[in-house]
């Protein structure tokens, strides 16, 4: 069992490296460099039991999400000590750590939460009443990415608002949940709709493109509220920095929209433009790049525009 979760955690990172590779070297590197400032950030004093907590709850996002599972039913190898291994082995570094620390909380949180993982051997998929008020039904129609992307990530955003309103105390906590919650729903801008759920609506270009624009920015300003809020509320000092990273995540709201409706092809998914979503997102960080979201609405508006256009009058494409 042992050298089965050996070999596939092999496998495993050869796959993220490959796909590292395939990003190329700019976003692959910023992706890194951003992935190891997180760690560092939530590695001081005072962030361990968050950093724990974040770890559990990605190990049981990408638990629920695993495809290989028939692979490892047919090896004898989906059974709970397998996971236990693998997911060992590669926090492994992060319990050493707490170890070393001495902080026995955040290795608790970790070990419980690998152990709980483990036992999960069925994909969860939560179905709800059409007339369920949790099946998000009181959405206008127009909203459709919204209901379709809070049905399948609605526990996760829950999960990050209750994680950031317990560690409140820390600015950089509320901070992160707002971009983490500001590119899961600018994702749901990556399906595209069928072209006569555009036409239905019977508006031109621009008045398609606000309106989307709008619920876009009320939905995700109504989502992040509670945090925007606790922010305020509780480092009234740094508004600046919270008004900051809120225009930010707006703008990339924004920018999720005319990105989708540039290169709109009906029934399509385009996950491409999440990484410069990211990029987009964290531009707050790097002066010299922070007004690069103006720049990208500038053009990619008129991209839309004219995209909208042929969706609209010319059946034939």
């Known amino acids: ?61 990408i638990h629920n999400q695993r495809n290989d599972r028939v692979l490892l039913s047919n090896l004898g190898l ?7 291994l693998m997911y060992g082995l590669f926090l492994a570094p992060f319990a050493v750590f707490y170890m070393a620390s001495v902080k026995y909380i955040p290795l608790l949180i970790l070990l419980s939460g690998i152990f709980i993982t483990s036992y999960q051997n069925k994909q969860i998929r939560l179905k709800f009443s059409r007339k369920s008020i ?47 919650i500001s590119l899961m729903v600018a994702e749901y801008q990556m399906y595209h709709e069928q072209r006569l759920m555009i036409q239905a609506l019977q508006k031109s270009p621009s008045g398609f493109l606000l309106r989307k624009t709008g619920l876009q920015l009320t939905f995700y300003t109504l989502t992040c509220l509670p945090l925007i809020l606790t922010a305020v509320i509780l480092f009234p000092d740094s508004y600046r920095v919270i008004v900051l990273v809120l ?4 703008l990339v709201q924004i920018c999720a929209v005319l990105f989708k409706y540039s290169a709109y092809v009906q029934g399509e998914k385009t996950p491409f433009f999440m990484s410069l979503l990211v990029l987009l997102n964290l531009s707050f960080i790097f002066p010299p790049i922070s007004p690069l979201p103006l720049i990208i609405i500038v053009i990619f508006y008129n991209k839309a525009i004219i995209r909208l256009k042929t969706v609209n009058y010319a059946d034939n494409t």
């Open 247 to 250: 225009v930010s995540s707006l």
């Open 78 to 84: 989906n059974k709970p000590l397998f996971f236990q």
């Open 134 to 180: 949790i099946g998000f039904s009181f959405l206008p129609a127009i909203a459709w990415e919204w209901k379709s992307g809070l049905r399948r990530t609605w526990w996760m955003i829950a999960g990050i608002i209750i994680l950031s309103l317990i560690f409140r105390n820390q600015m950089i906590v509320l901070i992160v949940s707002m971009v983490l």
């Open 1 to 61: 069992m042992l050298q089965a979760a050996l070999f596939l955690s092999w496998v495993h990172l050869k796959r993220y490296w490959r796909i590292l590779g395939e990003l190329g070297i700019f976003r692959a590197g910023f992706l890194i460099a951003i992935s190891t400032a997180g760690i560092v950030a939530t590695s001081k004093p005072g962030f361990l039991t968050f950093q724990s907590v974040l770890l559990v709850f990605s190990l049981a996002g």
